[in-house]
Protein backbone atom coordinates (compact mmCIF):
# COMPACT_ATOMS: atom_id res chain seq x y z
CA UNK A 1 0.00 0.00 0.00
CA UNK A 2 2.83 2.29 0.96
CA UNK A 3 4.06 1.85 -2.66
CA UNK A 4 0.72 2.07 -4.48
CA UNK A 5 0.48 5.57 -2.76
CA UNK A 6 3.63 6.76 -3.93
CA UNK A 7 3.63 5.63 -7.34
CA UNK A 8 -0.06 7.99 -7.16
CA UNK A 9 1.85 11.00 -5.34
CA UNK A 10 4.51 10.65 -7.86
CA UNK A 11 2.30 10.35 -11.36
CA UNK A 12 -0.03 13.36 -9.64
CA UNK A 13 3.18 15.46 -9.44
CA UNK A 14 3.83 14.56 -13.13
CA UNK A 15 7.62 13.08 -12.94
CA UNK A 16 6.12 9.63 -13.66
CA UNK A 17 5.08 7.83 -15.87
CA UNK A 18 4.13 4.18 -17.35
CA UNK A 19 7.41 3.01 -17.44
CA UNK A 20 8.09 3.92 -13.49
CA UNK A 21 5.04 2.75 -12.51
CA UNK A 22 6.18 -0.78 -14.60
CA UNK A 23 9.23 -0.76 -12.34
CA UNK A 24 7.18 -1.23 -9.45
CA UNK A 25 6.31 -4.58 -9.44
CA UNK A 26 8.10 -6.39 -7.39
CA UNK A 27 5.72 -7.44 -4.89
CA UNK A 28 3.47 -8.50 -7.54
CA UNK A 29 4.94 -11.04 -10.24
CA UNK A 30 2.79 -14.00 -10.03
CA UNK A 31 -0.13 -11.83 -10.41
CA UNK A 32 1.39 -9.18 -13.29
CA UNK A 33 2.88 -11.99 -15.55
CA UNK A 34 1.56 -12.82 -18.89
CA UNK A 35 2.53 -15.81 -20.53
CA UNK A 36 1.66 -14.43 -23.80
CA UNK A 37 3.77 -11.72 -23.12
CA UNK A 38 7.48 -10.66 -24.16
CA UNK A 39 9.39 -10.58 -21.18
CA UNK A 40 11.02 -7.48 -22.21
CA UNK A 41 9.36 -4.48 -23.67
CA UNK A 42 9.41 -3.65 -27.02
CA UNK A 43 11.82 -0.60 -27.19
CA UNK A 44 10.74 0.88 -30.58
CA UNK A 45 6.74 0.42 -29.29
CA UNK A 46 7.97 2.62 -26.54
CA UNK A 47 9.90 5.24 -28.74
CA UNK A 48 6.70 5.82 -31.19
CA UNK A 49 4.39 6.02 -28.39
CA UNK A 50 6.09 8.95 -26.91
CA UNK A 51 6.79 10.95 -29.97
CA UNK A 52 3.03 10.56 -30.99
CA UNK A 53 2.85 11.51 -27.49
CA UNK A 54 5.37 14.63 -27.95
CA UNK A 55 3.51 15.43 -30.97
CA UNK A 56 -0.46 14.83 -29.60
CA UNK A 57 1.06 17.36 -26.91
CA UNK A 58 2.40 20.65 -28.31
CA UNK A 59 0.20 20.53 -31.60
CA UNK A 60 -3.42 19.52 -30.54
CA UNK A 61 -5.95 22.13 -30.13
CA UNK A 62 -5.50 22.89 -26.52
CA UNK A 63 -2.10 23.04 -25.88
CA UNK A 64 -1.53 24.50 -29.10
CA UNK A 65 -4.29 26.28 -30.65
CA UNK A 66 -5.56 27.67 -27.69
CA UNK A 67 -2.43 28.84 -26.67
CA UNK A 68 0.85 29.61 -29.13
CA UNK A 69 -0.84 29.29 -32.30
CA UNK A 70 -3.15 32.14 -31.72
CA UNK A 71 -0.84 34.39 -29.80
CA UNK A 72 1.92 33.80 -32.80
CA UNK A 73 -1.33 35.53 -34.19
CA UNK A 74 -1.12 32.47 -37.41
CA UNK A 75 -4.71 31.79 -36.00
CA UNK A 76 -7.33 33.84 -34.50
CA UNK A 77 -10.54 32.05 -32.40
CA UNK A 78 -13.99 32.49 -33.80
CA UNK A 79 -15.53 31.69 -30.46
CA UNK A 80 -13.55 31.85 -26.79
CA UNK A 81 -11.23 34.82 -28.05
CA UNK A 82 -10.30 35.22 -24.50
CA UNK A 83 -7.90 32.71 -25.30
CA UNK A 84 -6.25 35.01 -27.63
CA UNK A 85 -6.42 37.72 -25.61
CA UNK A 86 -4.23 35.47 -23.22
CA UNK A 87 -6.41 34.30 -20.85
CA UNK A 88 -5.40 30.58 -21.50
CA UNK A 89 -7.20 27.78 -19.87
CA UNK A 90 -4.48 26.64 -16.73
CA UNK A 91 -5.50 23.32 -17.75
CA UNK A 92 -3.74 23.63 -21.08
CA UNK A 93 -0.55 24.31 -19.33
CA UNK A 94 -1.11 21.31 -17.01
CA UNK A 95 -1.75 18.91 -19.65
CA UNK A 96 1.37 20.20 -21.23
CA UNK A 97 4.04 19.63 -18.42
CA UNK A 98 2.11 16.37 -17.62
CA UNK A 99 2.61 15.27 -20.95
CA UNK A 100 5.64 16.03 -21.96
CA UNK A 101 7.14 14.14 -18.62
CA UNK A 102 4.99 11.41 -19.75
CA UNK A 103 6.91 11.05 -22.86
CA UNK A 104 10.72 11.87 -21.44
CA UNK A 105 10.06 9.23 -18.64
CA UNK A 106 9.12 6.44 -21.35
CA UNK A 107 12.27 8.06 -23.40
CA UNK A 108 14.27 6.94 -20.07
CA UNK A 109 12.99 3.63 -20.28
CA UNK A 110 14.73 2.94 -23.39
CA UNK A 111 18.12 4.05 -21.96
CA UNK A 112 17.71 2.17 -19.01
CA UNK A 113 16.42 -0.93 -21.16
CA UNK A 114 19.89 -0.73 -23.56
CA UNK A 115 21.94 0.17 -20.47
CA UNK A 116 20.88 -2.95 -18.05
CA UNK A 117 22.77 -5.67 -18.90
CA UNK A 118 19.35 -8.25 -17.97
CA UNK A 119 17.61 -6.51 -20.96
CA UNK A 120 20.58 -4.99 -23.63
CA UNK A 121 21.32 -8.04 -25.22
CA UNK A 122 17.40 -8.25 -25.96
CA UNK A 123 16.83 -5.04 -26.93
CA UNK A 124 19.60 -5.04 -29.35
CA UNK A 125 16.91 -6.95 -31.48
CA UNK A 126 15.26 -4.10 -31.97
CA UNK A 127 18.25 -1.31 -33.12
CA UNK A 128 21.82 -0.53 -32.11
CA UNK A 129 22.04 0.03 -28.38
CA UNK A 130 23.88 2.86 -28.92
CA UNK A 131 21.34 4.19 -31.41
CA UNK A 132 18.58 3.35 -29.40
CA UNK A 133 20.75 5.53 -26.56
CA UNK A 134 21.08 8.35 -28.39
CA UNK A 135 18.35 8.62 -29.96
CA UNK A 136 16.34 8.83 -26.62
CA UNK A 137 18.68 11.47 -25.06
CA UNK A 138 18.15 13.52 -28.27
CA UNK A 139 14.53 13.31 -27.59
CA UNK A 140 14.94 13.79 -23.77
CA UNK A 141 16.62 16.96 -25.01
CA UNK A 142 14.11 17.70 -27.81
CA UNK A 143 11.66 17.86 -24.44
CA UNK A 144 13.24 19.66 -21.98
CA UNK A 145 13.69 22.16 -24.52
CA UNK A 146 10.18 22.69 -24.92
CA UNK A 147 9.45 22.88 -21.04
CA UNK A 148 12.35 25.27 -20.02
CA UNK A 149 11.32 27.27 -22.86
CA UNK A 150 8.02 27.50 -21.76
CA UNK A 151 7.87 27.41 -17.89
CA UNK A 152 11.51 28.71 -17.36
CA UNK A 153 13.07 26.65 -14.24
CA UNK A 154 11.82 22.59 -14.00
CA UNK A 155 12.73 19.46 -12.84
CA UNK A 156 15.38 17.80 -15.14
CA UNK A 157 17.02 14.86 -16.00
CA UNK A 158 20.09 13.99 -17.14
CA UNK A 159 21.64 10.66 -18.60
CA UNK A 160 25.70 11.88 -18.31
CA UNK A 161 25.73 14.20 -15.89
CA UNK A 162 25.24 13.24 -12.11
CA UNK A 163 24.62 17.14 -10.72
CA UNK A 164 22.59 17.09 -7.68
CA UNK A 165 20.24 19.27 -8.82
CA UNK A 166 18.81 17.14 -11.58
CA UNK A 167 16.02 14.97 -10.15
CA UNK A 168 13.79 14.73 -12.56
CA UNK A 169 11.93 11.13 -13.76
CA UNK A 170 13.63 9.28 -10.46
CA UNK A 171 10.55 8.93 -7.90
CA UNK A 172 12.13 6.60 -5.84
CA UNK A 173 14.78 8.68 -4.69
CA UNK A 174 13.67 12.17 -5.55
CA UNK A 175 9.41 12.32 -5.18
CA UNK A 176 9.48 16.05 -4.59
CA UNK A 177 12.49 17.18 -7.04
CA UNK A 178 14.07 20.42 -7.20
CA UNK A 179 13.51 22.80 -10.26
CA UNK A 180 17.33 22.97 -11.98
CA UNK A 181 18.07 26.25 -13.08
CA UNK A 182 17.59 27.24 -16.37
CA UNK A 183 21.31 27.82 -17.39
CA UNK A 184 22.11 24.35 -16.00
CA UNK A 185 19.15 22.92 -18.14
CA UNK A 186 20.64 24.69 -21.75
CA UNK A 187 23.76 23.81 -20.60
CA UNK A 188 23.25 19.88 -20.57
CA UNK A 189 20.76 20.10 -23.16
CA UNK A 190 23.85 21.16 -25.47
CA UNK A 191 26.48 18.41 -23.85
CA UNK A 192 24.06 15.86 -24.37
CA UNK A 193 22.72 16.72 -28.10
CA UNK A 194 26.78 16.98 -28.57
CA UNK A 195 27.54 13.54 -27.04
CA UNK A 196 24.69 11.38 -28.48
CA UNK A 197 26.13 12.89 -32.02
CA UNK A 198 28.94 11.46 -31.96
CA UNK A 199 27.66 8.06 -29.65
CA UNK A 200 25.27 7.41 -33.00
CA UNK A 201 26.81 4.26 -34.89
CA UNK A 202 26.10 5.67 -38.62
CA UNK A 203 26.24 2.03 -40.33
CA UNK A 204 23.70 0.61 -38.36
CA UNK A 205 20.09 1.60 -37.95
CA UNK A 206 18.17 3.01 -34.88
CA UNK A 207 15.26 1.04 -34.64
CA UNK A 208 15.27 -1.68 -37.22
CA UNK A 209 11.52 -1.07 -37.32
CA UNK A 210 8.64 1.00 -36.66
CA UNK A 211 10.70 4.03 -36.37
CA UNK A 212 8.43 6.65 -37.32
CA UNK A 213 11.10 9.66 -36.70
CA UNK A 214 13.80 8.66 -38.39
CA UNK A 215 13.15 4.92 -40.42
CA UNK A 216 15.72 3.80 -38.89
CA UNK A 217 17.97 6.11 -40.99
CA UNK A 218 20.99 6.63 -38.24
CA UNK A 219 22.69 10.02 -40.74
CA UNK A 220 19.16 11.52 -39.80
CA UNK A 221 19.20 11.37 -36.21
CA UNK A 222 22.97 12.47 -36.15
CA UNK A 223 21.82 15.21 -38.28
CA UNK A 224 18.55 16.58 -36.29
CA UNK A 225 20.73 16.48 -32.99
CA UNK A 226 23.39 18.60 -34.83
CA UNK A 227 20.62 20.94 -35.94
CA UNK A 228 18.73 20.66 -32.77
CA UNK A 229 21.85 22.09 -30.78
CA UNK A 230 21.99 24.53 -33.21
CA UNK A 231 18.67 26.15 -32.46
CA UNK A 232 19.56 25.76 -28.58
CA UNK A 233 22.85 27.02 -29.08
CA UNK A 234 21.68 30.31 -31.01
CA UNK A 235 18.65 30.69 -28.47
CA UNK A 236 20.85 30.57 -25.83
CA UNK A 237 24.51 32.61 -26.92
CA UNK A 238 25.87 35.61 -24.95
CA UNK A 239 23.49 33.82 -21.85
CA UNK A 240 25.20 30.28 -21.72
CA UNK A 241 28.89 30.22 -21.53
CA UNK A 242 30.27 28.09 -24.51
CA UNK A 243 27.20 28.56 -26.71
CA UNK A 244 28.79 30.18 -29.35
CA UNK A 245 31.45 27.39 -29.48
CA UNK A 246 28.38 25.00 -29.43
CA UNK A 247 26.84 26.93 -33.17
CA UNK A 248 30.33 26.26 -34.84
CA UNK A 249 30.70 22.81 -33.84
CA UNK A 250 26.94 21.48 -34.41
CA UNK A 251 27.55 23.40 -37.87
CA UNK A 252 30.84 21.51 -38.35
CA UNK A 253 29.20 17.95 -37.30
CA UNK A 254 27.04 18.09 -39.84
CA UNK A 255 23.41 19.55 -39.70
CA UNK A 256 20.27 19.06 -42.15
CA UNK A 257 20.96 19.40 -45.39
CA UNK A 258 17.53 19.23 -47.47
CA UNK A 259 14.13 18.71 -46.89
CA UNK A 260 14.63 14.71 -46.65
CA UNK A 261 16.07 16.02 -43.20
CA UNK A 262 13.41 16.80 -42.42
CA UNK A 263 12.27 15.17 -38.60
CA UNK A 264 8.20 14.92 -37.60
CA UNK A 265 5.60 12.16 -36.72
CA UNK A 266 3.16 11.82 -39.51
CA UNK A 267 -0.63 10.47 -38.47
CA UNK A 268 -2.18 7.80 -40.41
CA UNK A 269 -4.58 8.42 -43.37
CA UNK A 270 -6.93 7.11 -41.36
CA UNK A 271 -9.53 8.10 -39.01
CA UNK A 272 -8.31 5.73 -36.26
CA UNK A 273 -5.08 8.05 -36.03
CA UNK A 274 -5.54 10.91 -37.21
CA UNK A 275 -3.66 14.43 -36.98
CA UNK A 276 -4.96 16.16 -33.90
CA UNK A 277 -6.08 19.04 -35.66
CA UNK A 278 -7.85 17.55 -38.66
CA UNK A 279 -9.78 14.98 -35.72
CA UNK A 280 -11.17 18.16 -33.98
CA UNK A 281 -12.15 19.94 -37.29
CA UNK A 282 -14.25 17.33 -37.89
CA UNK A 283 -16.77 18.24 -34.99
CA UNK A 284 -15.57 22.05 -34.59
CA UNK A 285 -15.01 24.97 -36.20
CA UNK A 286 -13.03 27.59 -34.02
CA UNK A 287 -10.08 28.34 -35.68
CA UNK A 288 -9.38 30.89 -38.62
CA UNK A 289 -6.22 32.00 -40.06
CA UNK A 290 -5.57 35.10 -38.56
CA UNK A 291 -6.41 38.65 -40.35
CA UNK A 292 -2.67 40.04 -39.27
CA UNK A 293 -0.77 36.51 -41.08
CA UNK A 294 -2.93 36.66 -43.97
CA UNK A 295 -2.10 40.67 -44.46
CA UNK A 296 1.62 39.11 -44.13
CA UNK A 297 0.83 36.91 -47.01
CA UNK A 298 -0.90 39.31 -49.10
CA UNK A 299 2.35 42.14 -48.89
CA UNK A 300 -0.19 44.39 -47.52
CA UNK A 301 2.42 44.53 -44.49
CA UNK A 302 6.17 43.98 -44.84
CA UNK A 303 7.53 44.27 -47.21
CA UNK A 304 7.70 41.10 -49.24
CA UNK A 305 4.97 40.93 -51.59
CA UNK A 306 2.35 38.17 -52.54
CA UNK A 307 3.78 34.70 -51.26
CA UNK A 308 2.46 31.98 -53.05
CA UNK A 309 2.35 30.18 -49.70
CA UNK A 310 -1.34 31.62 -48.71
CA UNK A 311 -2.30 29.67 -51.25
CA UNK A 312 -0.84 26.49 -48.99
CA UNK A 313 -1.90 27.92 -45.41
CA UNK A 314 -5.56 28.71 -46.05
CA UNK A 315 -8.21 27.76 -48.14
CA UNK A 316 -10.12 29.84 -49.83
CA UNK A 317 -13.13 31.94 -48.15
CA UNK A 318 -16.44 30.24 -48.04
CA UNK A 319 -14.86 26.84 -48.53
CA UNK A 320 -17.18 23.88 -47.04
CA UNK A 321 -15.33 22.23 -44.47
CA UNK A 322 -16.27 18.70 -46.02
CA UNK A 323 -14.22 19.53 -49.15
CA UNK A 324 -11.57 20.81 -46.71
CA UNK A 325 -11.51 17.48 -45.22
CA UNK A 326 -11.44 15.24 -48.35
CA UNK A 327 -9.29 17.97 -50.21
CA UNK A 328 -11.49 18.26 -53.02
CA UNK A 329 -12.08 22.35 -53.37
CA UNK A 330 -9.70 23.90 -56.04
CA UNK A 331 -6.92 25.87 -54.50
CA UNK A 332 -7.52 29.41 -55.75
CA UNK A 333 -4.63 31.96 -56.32
CA UNK A 334 -7.05 35.15 -56.57
CA UNK A 335 -5.64 37.12 -53.06
CA UNK A 336 -9.15 38.48 -52.90
CA UNK A 337 -10.33 34.84 -51.44
CA UNK A 338 -8.22 35.28 -48.80
CA UNK A 339 -9.27 38.01 -45.79
CA UNK A 340 -8.85 35.84 -42.28
CA UNK A 341 -10.47 36.47 -39.32
CA UNK A 342 -9.23 39.84 -37.27
CA UNK A 343 -7.30 38.55 -34.26
CA UNK A 344 -7.76 39.53 -30.72
CA UNK A 345 -11.19 40.61 -30.99
CA UNK A 346 -13.57 40.84 -27.82
CA UNK A 347 -16.23 37.93 -28.13
CA UNK A 348 -19.17 40.54 -28.62
CA UNK A 349 -17.27 41.15 -32.21
CA UNK A 350 -16.10 37.62 -33.35
CA UNK A 351 -19.14 36.33 -34.84
CA UNK A 352 -19.74 39.26 -36.77
CA UNK A 353 -16.16 38.81 -39.27
CA UNK A 354 -16.55 35.38 -39.64
CA UNK A 355 -18.16 35.67 -42.77
CA UNK A 356 -14.83 36.60 -44.65
CA UNK A 357 -12.29 34.50 -42.46
CA UNK A 358 -10.55 31.42 -43.69
CA UNK A 359 -10.12 28.07 -42.31
CA UNK A 360 -7.11 26.36 -42.61
CA UNK A 361 -5.93 24.41 -45.78
CA UNK A 362 -6.60 21.10 -46.88
CA UNK A 363 -2.62 20.59 -46.73
CA UNK A 364 -3.02 21.38 -42.75
CA UNK A 365 -5.91 19.73 -42.37
CA UNK A 366 -5.15 16.42 -43.34
CA UNK A 367 -5.49 12.61 -41.38
CA UNK A 368 -1.65 11.70 -42.79
CA UNK A 369 -0.48 15.60 -41.40
CA UNK A 370 3.30 15.71 -40.45
CA UNK A 371 3.88 17.89 -37.64
CA UNK A 372 7.53 18.57 -37.70
CA UNK A 373 9.75 18.76 -34.93
CA UNK A 374 12.61 20.68 -36.98
CA UNK A 375 12.83 21.04 -40.83
CA UNK A 376 15.68 22.05 -42.94
CA UNK A 377 14.36 25.13 -43.61
CA UNK A 378 14.90 26.51 -40.14
CA UNK A 379 18.48 25.09 -40.69
CA UNK A 380 19.34 27.29 -43.11
CA UNK A 381 18.17 30.38 -41.44
CA UNK A 382 20.25 29.86 -38.39
CA UNK A 383 22.91 29.85 -40.80
CA UNK A 384 22.41 32.49 -42.50
CA UNK A 385 22.29 34.12 -38.34
CA UNK A 386 25.53 32.29 -37.63
CA UNK A 387 27.01 33.92 -41.05
CA UNK A 388 25.84 37.51 -40.57
CA UNK A 389 22.52 37.20 -42.13
CA UNK A 390 24.01 35.64 -45.18
CA UNK A 391 22.18 36.30 -48.18
CA UNK A 392 21.98 32.67 -49.79
CA UNK A 393 21.45 31.14 -46.41
CA UNK A 394 17.84 33.04 -46.29
CA UNK A 395 17.36 32.64 -49.65
CA UNK A 396 17.62 28.80 -48.96
CA UNK A 397 15.18 28.63 -46.39
CA UNK A 398 12.42 30.16 -48.13
CA UNK A 399 12.90 28.19 -51.27
CA UNK A 400 12.86 24.98 -49.14
CA UNK A 401 9.63 25.87 -46.96
CA UNK A 402 7.93 26.59 -50.21
CA UNK A 403 8.95 23.70 -51.75
CA UNK A 404 7.57 21.54 -48.28
CA UNK A 405 4.41 23.21 -48.61
CA UNK A 406 4.18 22.27 -52.68
CA UNK A 407 4.87 25.83 -53.86
CA UNK A 408 5.50 25.25 -57.69
CA UNK A 409 9.02 25.53 -58.92
CA UNK A 410 8.59 28.77 -61.02
CA UNK A 411 6.57 30.22 -57.98
CA UNK A 412 9.42 29.61 -55.75
CA UNK A 413 12.06 31.28 -58.31
CA UNK A 414 9.95 34.42 -58.97
CA UNK A 415 9.73 34.83 -55.39
CA UNK A 416 13.29 34.03 -54.06
CA UNK A 417 14.27 36.87 -56.70
CA UNK A 418 12.72 39.84 -55.82
CA UNK A 419 13.27 39.26 -51.85
CA UNK A 420 14.69 41.95 -49.92
CA UNK A 421 18.34 41.55 -48.60
CA UNK A 422 19.02 40.17 -46.01
CA UNK A 423 18.66 42.06 -42.39
CA UNK A 424 18.13 40.58 -38.87
CA UNK A 425 14.40 41.83 -39.49
CA UNK A 426 13.85 40.53 -42.84
CA UNK A 427 15.76 36.44 -42.16
CA UNK A 428 13.30 36.50 -38.73
CA UNK A 429 10.41 37.60 -40.62
CA UNK A 430 10.32 34.87 -43.23
CA UNK A 431 11.56 32.29 -40.55
CA UNK A 432 8.28 33.09 -39.03
CA UNK A 433 6.40 32.36 -42.18
CA UNK A 434 8.28 29.09 -42.38
CA UNK A 435 7.63 28.33 -39.04
CA UNK A 436 3.39 27.95 -39.25
CA UNK A 437 2.40 25.50 -37.66
CA UNK A 438 5.25 25.17 -35.01
CA UNK A 439 3.94 27.68 -33.15
CA UNK A 440 6.18 26.83 -29.83
CA UNK A 441 9.15 27.43 -32.15
CA UNK A 442 7.97 30.89 -33.27
CA UNK A 443 6.81 31.85 -29.74
CA UNK A 444 10.64 31.55 -28.40
CA UNK A 445 11.83 33.08 -31.54
CA UNK A 446 9.91 36.31 -31.16
CA UNK A 447 10.51 36.87 -27.28
CA UNK A 448 14.30 35.97 -28.37
CA UNK A 449 14.58 38.25 -31.29
CA UNK A 450 11.63 40.42 -31.05
CA UNK A 451 10.72 39.45 -34.57
CA UNK A 452 8.45 39.40 -36.42
CA UNK A 453 8.03 43.38 -35.08
CA UNK A 454 5.31 45.73 -34.47
CA UNK A 455 5.08 46.51 -37.91
CA UNK A 456 3.40 43.03 -38.70
CA UNK A 457 2.23 41.78 -35.53
CA UNK A 458 -0.51 43.55 -33.05
CA UNK A 459 0.26 44.21 -29.80
CA UNK A 460 -2.00 45.34 -26.79
CA UNK A 461 -2.95 48.76 -26.98
CA UNK A 462 -2.92 48.81 -30.98
CA UNK A 463 -6.07 48.93 -33.38
CA UNK A 464 -6.85 47.19 -36.52
CA UNK A 465 -9.20 46.73 -39.21
CA UNK A 466 -12.44 44.57 -38.87
CA UNK A 467 -13.69 42.64 -41.94
CA UNK A 468 -16.83 44.60 -41.72
CA UNK A 469 -18.03 47.93 -39.47
CA UNK A 470 -20.11 47.07 -36.00
CA UNK A 471 -21.85 50.18 -35.29
CA UNK A 472 -20.15 52.13 -37.66
CA UNK A 473 -16.70 51.17 -36.21
CA UNK A 474 -14.44 50.20 -39.10
CA UNK A 475 -10.98 49.33 -36.30
CA UNK A 476 -11.03 47.77 -32.79
CA UNK A 477 -8.55 47.43 -29.88
CA UNK A 478 -6.13 44.73 -29.62
CA UNK A 479 -6.90 44.55 -25.02
CA UNK A 480 -4.92 41.96 -23.23
CA UNK A 481 -7.12 40.22 -20.63
CA UNK A 482 -4.05 39.95 -18.23
CA UNK A 483 -3.46 43.08 -16.17
CA UNK A 484 0.29 44.88 -16.73
CA UNK A 485 1.00 42.06 -20.09
CA UNK A 486 1.70 44.70 -22.97
CA UNK A 487 3.72 42.67 -24.99
CA UNK A 488 3.21 38.73 -26.31
CA UNK A 489 3.15 36.40 -22.79
CA UNK A 490 6.85 35.26 -21.85
CA UNK A 491 5.93 32.07 -20.36
CA UNK A 492 2.98 29.58 -18.99
CA UNK A 493 2.19 29.52 -15.23
CA UNK A 494 3.58 26.53 -13.42
CA UNK A 495 1.04 23.70 -12.91
CA UNK A 496 -1.59 23.58 -9.78
CA UNK A 497 -0.29 20.17 -9.27
CA UNK A 498 3.22 21.23 -9.05
CA UNK A 499 2.35 23.95 -6.44
CA UNK A 500 -0.41 21.69 -4.71
CA UNK A 501 2.15 18.76 -4.53
CA UNK A 502 6.06 20.31 -4.51
CA UNK A 503 5.32 23.32 -3.01
CA UNK A 504 8.75 24.27 -1.38
CA UNK A 505 10.56 23.19 -4.76
CA UNK A 506 7.86 25.33 -6.56
CA UNK A 507 8.00 28.33 -4.27
CA UNK A 508 11.93 28.33 -5.06
CA UNK A 509 11.75 27.83 -8.28
CA UNK A 510 9.24 30.77 -8.90
CA UNK A 511 11.42 33.15 -7.02
CA UNK A 512 14.56 31.93 -8.59
CA UNK A 513 12.82 32.96 -12.16
CA UNK A 514 11.43 36.11 -10.59
CA UNK A 515 7.56 35.81 -10.45
CA UNK A 516 5.58 33.02 -11.36
CA UNK A 517 4.02 35.38 -13.91
CA UNK A 518 3.12 35.43 -17.31
CA UNK A 519 5.56 38.39 -18.29
CA UNK A 520 8.78 36.95 -16.63
CA UNK A 521 10.76 36.61 -19.02
CA UNK A 522 13.55 33.66 -19.39
CA UNK A 523 17.20 34.45 -19.31
CA UNK A 524 17.38 34.51 -23.29
CA UNK A 525 14.42 36.58 -23.55
CA UNK A 526 16.31 39.95 -24.55
CA UNK A 527 14.21 41.23 -27.10
Same mark, same amino acid.
Given at each position: ?27 ? &? ?25 ? &? ?44 ? #? ?59 ? &??? !? ?24 ? =? ?20 ? !? &? ?12 ? %???? $? ?15 ? $? ?16 ? =? ?34 ? !????? %? ?46 ? $? ?26 ? =? ?61 ? %? ?28 ? !? =? ?15 ? #? ?11 ? $? ?18
Amino acid at each position: MKNIKKIAYAFAAVLLSSSAIVSCTQDF &DRINTNPNSPEVALSYGIWNGANKLVT &DATRNSFESARVTLPWMQYSAQVNYTEEDRYQYRLTSGDALWTNLY #TAASNYKKIIDLNTDPATAGSTSAYGANANQIAAARVMLSYVFLNLADTFGDIPYYSYGNP &DAD !FQALNANEFLKPKFASQAKVYEDILK =ELKESAAMVETEKQVFTQGDIL !F &DGDAMKLKKFANSL %RLRV $ATRVKGVVPGAEAHITD $AISSGVMTSNDDNVGVTY =ENSLVNPSPLYNDFRTRSDFSVSKVFIDLLKGKNGN !FGLDP %RLFKYAAPMGTLKASILDGSYVESTDPADYVGQPYGLDQSLSTSQSGQ $ANFFSKYVYKKDYTEILMEYSEVEFLLS =EANGWDQAHYEAGVAASMAKWGVSDSDIAAFVAQLPPATKANVLTQKYVALFMQPYEAWAEYR %RTGYPDTSILLLPGESYALNVPVNGATTYT !F =ESLIPGLNDLPKRLFYP #TVIQTLNPENYAA $AAAAIGGDKMDTPLIWDKN
